[in-house]
Nanobody, 123 residues
Framework: QVQLVESGGGLVQAGGSLRLSCAAS????????MGWFRQAPGKEREFVAVISGSGSTTYYANSVAGRFTISRDNAENTVYLQMNILKPEDTAVYYCAAGSSITTMRIGRGEYWGKGTLVTVSS
């Protein structure tokens, strides 16, 4: 069982930056692929970014590539999402997830999910 708690959301102006954190419980954090997803009001949840257990492999949604960076600190059981050049369309609840493979995580099949943190980008 893995428990995930996101933090770092808030209100930011367009063009600004935020860093989200996701703290994970358990001693097997390194064995999990970690991902970030988001759900905007009235829309379905969508994939944002994913990182392998070692941190050596990452993938991003086209909409955030070049602006967002996913990273992890296995010693601290934490995964991060650095978000730069934020746009109003990035407004959403952002969720952290843990899973077994990059392939399944990229299609939204995480095994464990956090409760989310709200990011609001004003124009």
């Amino acid at each position: 069982q893995v428990q995930l708690v996101e933090s770092g959301g808030g209100l930011v102006q367009a063009g600004g930056s935020l860093r989200l954190s996701c703290a994970a419980s358990g001693r097997t954090f390194r064995s999990y692929v970690m991902g970030w997803f988001r759900q905007a009001p009235g829309k379905e949840r969508e994939f944002v970014a994913v990182i392998s257990g070692s941190g050596s492999t990452t993938y991003y949604a086209n909409s955030v590539a070049g602006r967002f960076t996913i990273s992890r600190d296995n010693a601290e059981n934490t995964v991060y999402l650095q978000m730069n050049i934020l746009k109003p369309e990035d407004t959403a609840v952002y969720y952290c997830a843990a899973g077994s493979s990059i392939t399944t995580m990229r299609i939204g099949r995480g095994e464990y999910w956090g409760k989310g943190t709200l990011v609001t980008v004003s124009s």
